[in-house]
């Protein structure tokens, strides 16, 4: 398996939000291909607030709809705690996100935990486990279920669902959900989905927020940190390169203090600082500038920065302050929104490998390359169009609907790469299974290996009936959706969508970093592609390795001019440690594919057979 990070920053949650938005609507749309539902799980913590701000933005056209009726929502962990306790993951997603969303945009299935087992975690996580396997089994799965999407949190720990650093559960490999009773943050009792379950996601996506975050940062991109949320990352595949794409200078400019009758004012643009004793922020909250930047940091002139004096003006100069605020706002919006679209297009840039992986699957199938020319022509036109209509909305300050655009088409291009990977795969494994299916049951996860610690005792010894009622059900289900449907629908459905998505993604790619060069921005969007030929090589290995498909992981950053670090993204491909890249002290988000699915499939599928033994999972534990 195969990895590799992007890494992408944001300003602050305002800026995240659209982006979190175009991620998620494009897995949506993914796996409502794929299989006519959303599979997501989420986290707790900060993120059901983050993703209501993302979500329940109005949408900017059809493909931008989050269509909630189509989600299955699934806990990534969950406290042992009453529904309606303040402790509830659901409780938190409830109040946040589901009581909002618009009854005409739909109601997700949230699939909750069962209530009648809080007080006894175990088998909590078994009711919960079997709600997956129900939802997963049948169809989508071989051993493990696979999400279409994972939005995850990260803890001030490096925790990330219930799996936190050091514990034993980090070693699960047999069940899909596990108790813990010992949390280190409270509630102690919990269920959480294990790691296995987590990595095997189609795409996941970390979105933390804090300054509380700044520290662990530096460690979970440390690969030897063991970190949970280090070995999610470690589990999605095993090539990470961190590159930097985006300037680490950001500058707030805003007033400290703005009156009618006697306007003060101060106007400064600052690194992001956090907050000092003794800093403007009473002032800020009288005024109602506001004292922090919407994930808790306060944000503060920098005490002795020699630019934020006072000046004394009459009404009439008032005029002009607002002006010049407006200005300067002006000025910081079209930096950021600068760093942005640089990244649309670094993040379409690293389509070339998508590209190119798509255009051999094309080969493979049958396609022609003469098709492929035209068209790839009509949408580059049509591309160039959309950037051209875009471009006036972001610079008068609406910058979304440019990045929107940009975001979308590299996303989407790499979406439908990963789609016909996935679906390739997901053929084979099925066919695969369904050779074995008479005589085995491909669903049951195996059980752990002896010498592993069990986390699990308990349930090992004394669940045996149900385990074999599940095994049973599982057979059935393994039968009738790989053998049946596996085989022959996706067989299908890959044959006639493979030529079709080969196309798609080559096209979009070639158009997207056409784009990026005419945009002006050298070196970094074509530094997936073209910085050692790494991607192209991968995406050209053979029908059995999907285009490279990039794990993204952004930070908001703080300046660091002084650092020296700052106005050089467009100097091209700048490979740098992860650990000196990065100060984050905002907002986190991470995507990380599951890149070289089909490969990564096989090779569990195969595992998971001779792994299970004589066994066979958890029949006879
Ligand atoms: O306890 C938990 O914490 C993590 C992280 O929360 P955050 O507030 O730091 O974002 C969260 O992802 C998890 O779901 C939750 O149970």
């Known amino acids: 398996m195969g990895q590799q990070t992007n890494l992408f920053n944001f300003p602050d949650v305002g800026a995240l939000a659209p982006a979190l938005r175009t991620y998620v609507v494009q897995c949506q749309n993914a796996g409502l291909n794929r299989h006519g539902v959303f599979k997501v799980g989420v986290s707790g913590g900060s993120l059901p607030a983050t993703l209501a701000k993302a979500l329940l933005a109005p949408a900017s056209g059809p493909e931008d709809t989050v269509q909630f009726d189509k989600w299955e929502i699934f806990f990534a962990d969950e406290r042992a705690v009453p529904l309606n306790h303040e402790d509830s993951n659901y409780a938190l997603l409830k109040k946040e996100l589901l009581d909002k969303i618009p009854a005409e945009a739909g109601q997700p299935t949230v699939h909750t935990i069962d209530e009648t087992y809080l007080n006894d975690t175990q088998e909590l996580a078994d009711q919960y486990e079997q709600v997956l396997v129900r939802s997963f089994a049948s169809r989508d799965s071989v051993k493990l279920p696979i999400f279409d999407l994972l939005l995850l949190g990260c803890g001030p720990d490096g925790h990330t669902c219930s799996l936190f650093p050091g514990h034993e559960l980090l070693r699960e490999t047999s069940a899909w959900v596990a108790p813990i009773e010992d949390s280190p943050k409270p509630p102690p009792k919990r269920i959480t989905l294990t790691l296995p379950v987590v990595t095997h996601s189609v795409r996941v996506a970390f979105v933390a927020t804090g300054a509380g975050k700044k520290d662990i940062m530096k ?368 907002v986190v988000l991470a995507r990380q594919v599951q890149d070289e699915v089909d490969g990564c499939e096989g090779d569990e599928a195969e595992r998971g057979l001779a792994d299970e033994g004589p066994d066979r999972g958890r029949q006879g534990d």
């Open 219 to 586: 460690q979970i991109f440390d690969e030897d940190s063991g970190l949970p949320t280090t070995l999610v990352n470690e589990g999605c595949g095993d090539r990470c390169s961190w590159k930097r794409h985006v300037a680490h200078v950001l500058y707030e400019v805003r007033a400290l203090s703005l009156s009618s009758t006697k306007p003060e004012f101060s106007l400064f643009a600052h690194p992001l600082l956090p907050h000092e004793e003794g800093s403007q922020q009473g002032q800020d909250q009288k005024h109602g500038v506001g004292g922090e930047d919407g994930h808790g940091r306060e944000l503060v002139a920098p005490p002795d920065d020699g630019r934020d004096g006072r000046l004394e003006l009459p009404d009439v100069v008032d005029a002009l302050a607002h002006a010049l605020l407006d200005l300067a706002g002006g000025v910081a919006a079209a930096e950021a929104r600068r760093e942005l679209g640089a990244q649309d297009l670094l993040q379409d840039g690293g389509l070339d490998a998508d590209a190119e992986g798509g255009a051999q699957r094309a080969e493979e199938v049958g396609a022609g390359d003469g098709d492929g020319g035209v068209l790839a022509r009509r949408v580059g036109d049509e591309a160039h169009e959309r950037r051209r209509q875009a471009r006036p909305g972001a610079q008068g300050g609406q910058d979304q609907p440019g990045h929107g655009a940009g975001l979308h088409g590299g996303l989407g291009a790499r979406a439908a790469a990963d789609d016909a990977a996935r679906e390739e795969g997901q053929g084979r494994a099925a066919e695969q299974q369904g050779r074995v299916a008479g005589d085995r049951d491909p669903v049951v996860p195996p059980r752990a290996a002896d010498d592993e610690p069990r986390a699990h005792g308990r349930r090992h010894a004394g669940h045996g009936a149900r385990d074999e009622q599940q095994a049973r059900l599982h057979g059935r289900q393994a039968v009738d959706g790989l053998v049946q449907q596996g085989q022959e629908e996706e067989g299908r459905h890959l044959a006639g969508r493979a030529p079709e998505v080969g196309h798609e993604a080559g096209e979009q790619g070639a158009v997207e970093d056409d784009v990026a060069r005419r945009e002006g921005v050298r070196g970094d969007a074509h530094l997936d592609g073209d910085e050692d030929g790494e991607e192209g090589r991968r995406g050209g290995e053979g029908r059995d390795r999907r285009a490279a498909a990039p794990a993204v992981v952004g930070a908001v950053v703080e300046a660091d001019e002084q650092r020296g670090h700052g106005g050089d993204e467009g100097e091209g491909a700048e490979e740098v440690d992860a650990r000196e890249l990065l100060e984050p002290v905002g």
